[in-house]
């Protein structure tokens, strides 16, 4: 989603802060809450995309003013200047460009490789702060550690190169796990020299390993079932979330998991879930699966956006769940099951793609 056009129809609509002119964390908290605001504001005004890329442009303006204000605090605590180059880079949604106003952090570092053994520390206290910083502004942890404070996504990017080829080799579940996270990689603020030289090795390293495919296949055939046999829809059976649908886990990242295996199975490197698909119905020609994928997959979308919210000391939160009250409306039960049954029908063509596979295999 191209966020340049949305931003100048943001600002038709209402002066929002600049952001680049918040010097402290402080400064940037209040200038987020005033921008989460005045999206919330704006939602029934804009098309939905637009307003979607609208959110992201902010996350993006935000994350990088962090990354600066963490390497002016780390002058000021005596850390001295930057020892070599640097890509802040984003994963998960905001590396897709599809994240709500209540998405986590995911992300990470790309250090040059001129930087020497001594000034590893740097980077590491450089990690460790930022990532406070932005729990601060409104992103929470990653639960999965995906976060520039952990070694394994902050590194020299010549190590960066061994952790792909290695990722790239070893077939099993979690190597293939972190491959999948990484290709959602996009450079947030830095030297766009770092992301370029990784993604380009990226690319090569997937090209090299054909067998990659069929292990991200076999990754993404494994998902949350949510429509049973009678075709009605799968809801939380205990919990808090009792009677509530899962629309990430239930109805989203099956569909962002499954565009990301047919983009990668043709050698298609995005990040955005829209243009993978797009490139994958270019390459495909008239489908009427892929045509319903793609519409299915703009639903979750909406739907993920849409769901039930509260402010929580100035920040926007959401469990990601739609509401039992509200899965009785039949307009709402309507375009679940139908966005369902598409999710159910690409698994199946997925599975047995894996099943062929692995045949071939034996």
Partial sequence: MESKASVNRLLEHSEMPDIQKANSVEQLRDVRITCQQQL??????MEFLE?????????????????????????????GRLPARYAFVAFGSIGRQEATLWSDQDNGLIIGDEMQGEDLAYFREFGLRLADMLEVLGYPKCPGRVMCSEP??????EDWKNQILEWSSNHEWEPIRN???????????????L?????????????????????VLRNTVRHKA????????????????????????????????SIRTMALQRGIIEHSTLKRMEKVMLLEGDNLLLESVQRAF??????????????????VKSSGYIQKEQ???????????????????????????HRFAERRNL
């Fill in 40 to 45: 919330l504001d704006l939602r029934p005004k």
């Fill in 51 to 79: 307003w979607v890329a609208s959110v992201n442009s902010m996350h993006d303006q935000i994350n990088r003013r962090a990354a600066e204000l963490c390497e002016q605090n780390m002058w000021e605590a005596g850390f």
């Fill in 152 to 157: 394994l996504w902050s590194m020299r990017l």
């Fill in 179 to 193: 491959l999948i996270i990484a290709s959602d990689l996009r450079l947030i603020a830095g030297c766009p020299e």
């Fill in 195 to 215: 992301s370029d030289a990784w993604l380009s090795h990226f690319r090569s390293s997937v090209a090299q390993h054909p067998g990659i495919t069929h292990a």
């Fill in 226 to 257: 949510t429509l049973n046999v009678m075709g009605r829809i799968v809801t939380e059976r205990f919990g808090e979330h009792a009677g509530d649908f899962d629309v990430k886990y239930g109805m989203y990242i099956p569909l962002v998991n």
């Fill in 298 to 315: 703009l639903t979750a979308l909406r739907y993920r956006n849409d769901t039930p919210w509260r402010i929580e000391d100035g920040l």
């Fill in 327 to 353: 899965l009785k409306n039949k307009n709402v039960q309507y375009e679940l099951r139908d966005t369902l049954g598409v999710v159910r029908r690409i698994h199946r063509s997925l599975q047995r793609e």
